[in-house]
Structure formats: C-alpha cells, structure tokens
C-alpha cells in the first residue's frame, strides 16, 4: 500500500499535465479553426473527447499521498486493536478503572 501511495502522486500530476495539454490543444485548435477555416484538430479533440475527461477523473478522484498513508496507518491500528493482546489489555485497563470508581465510590 505504501508503493501506492508514490504511485498515485505520480499518476494525478501526470494526468493534470495531460489535461493541461487536453486544454492548451483545445484552445490553439479552436483559434487555428477560427483563422484558417480548418477544423481538423478540433474535430480530432471532438473524437477523443473521452481522454480528456479520463485524465480529468484520474486528477481528481486519484487520492493523495497523505491519504493513503492515513488508510494504511487506520488499517494497521485496526488490527493492532483487534489482536488479542490489545483484548486482554483493554479488559485490564476497564478492571483497573472499575477498581478505581469503586474506591472513589466507597468514601
């Protein structure tokens, strides 16, 4: 999970980058069309519109580094408190506080 972690930082940047190209393109396409009456990029950028708004999703739904090491750092206290180490002194520690309130109880 920590290898996933560098890897998605990597693959947001990348597809930011492709979707900062998916928009420069469109806008030198659109102005190149409106100049010369030719609309061949923009009609390529009409066919692939579906890159753009997969690089646009991987940008922004692709979580980030910090996140999944707060996943994997969750994952691991979970099992570390599922173990039956952590039972047994968790029961300890609820013995010792019900000692405690029965002392303070008594007086």
């Known amino acids: ?5 560098d890897v998605s930082q990597n693959v947001a940047v990348a597809s930011g980058v492709f979707l900062g190209f998916c928009f420069v393109a469109l806008i030198v396409g659109g102005v190149a069309a409106l100049v010369e009456d030719e609309p061949s990029l923009l009609e390529w950028l009409g066919r692939h519109w579906w890159a753009g708004a997969l690089a646009l999703a991987v940008a922004m739904f692709v979580p980030s580094k910090t996140t999944i090491y707060a996943i994997a750092a969750s994952e ?3 099992r570390a408190l599922q173990s039956p180490i952590a039972t047994k002194a968790g ?3 609820e013995a010792w506080l019900d000692e405690q309130l029965a002392e303070e109880e008594s007086k």
């Open 1 to 5: 999970m920590l290898y996933l972690a």
């Open 76 to 78: 691991m206290g979970e």
């Open 91 to 93: 029961r300890a520690l």
